[in-house]
């Protein structure tokens, strides 16, 4: 199991480091997690990423500077931001996950194919268990995972 996860950790980075804008992980998966849930306030945010809502702010503020995220008032609740991706946000965000989507299904192609709808099976109900959100409809490739 750790090695499985010291290949995924590895697609995570390579895909990062091709990257002309420099984006850490964390950054990133802000960025993922923003794709995935449009118009979250901070305090959602931190709490979807597990973390305090300072440290949530100081990345915001790094994605804010780097034109990759928007923050617009609520207008339910105009003492409420709500966060969002910028079009260059979304293009990185896109860019990225098919890089990794590529190099993974590069991976799956190699597990002898009596093997890759288990693989498959047991990758989603792994990420089910961490609360890893569906992609979106149209984030979904062609070989259906």
Same mark, same amino acid.
């Given at each position: 199991?750790?090695?499985?996860? &010291? ?5 995570? %980075? ?12 964390? /950054? ?29 702010? &100081?990345?915001?503020? +790094? ?12 207008? *339910?609740? +105009?003492? /409420? ?6 079009? /260059?946000?979304?293009?990185? %965000? *896109? &860019? ?9 299904? +590069? ?7 009596? /093997? +890759? ?6 990758? &989603? ?14 984030? %979904? ?5």
């Amino acid at each position: 199991m750790l090695r499985a996860s &010291r290949v995924l950790v590895a697609v995570s %980075v390579r895909s990062l480091s091709a990257l002309d804008d420099a984006v850490t992980p964390t /950054q990133f998966r802000t960025l993922v997690v923003l794709d995935g849930h449009d118009g979250v306030n901070l305090n959602q945010l931190a709490d979807i990423l597990g973390v305090n809502a300072s440290t949530a702010m &100081r990345t915001i503020d +790094r994605l804010l500077a780097a034109d990759l995220v928007t923050r617009t008032e609520n207008p *339910a609740n +105009r003492r /409420q931001v709500l966060l969002g991706l910028t079009k /260059q946000g979304a293009r990185l %965000v *896109a &860019r990225v996950t098919s890089r990794r989507r590529k190099e993974i299904a +590069r991976i799956v192609a190699a597990v002898p194919e009596r /093997q +890759r709808g288990p693989l498959v099976a047991a990758l &989603r109900a792994f990420a089910d268990a961490a609360g890893e959100p569906d992609p979106r409809p149209d984030a %979904v490739s062609v070989l259906g995972w």
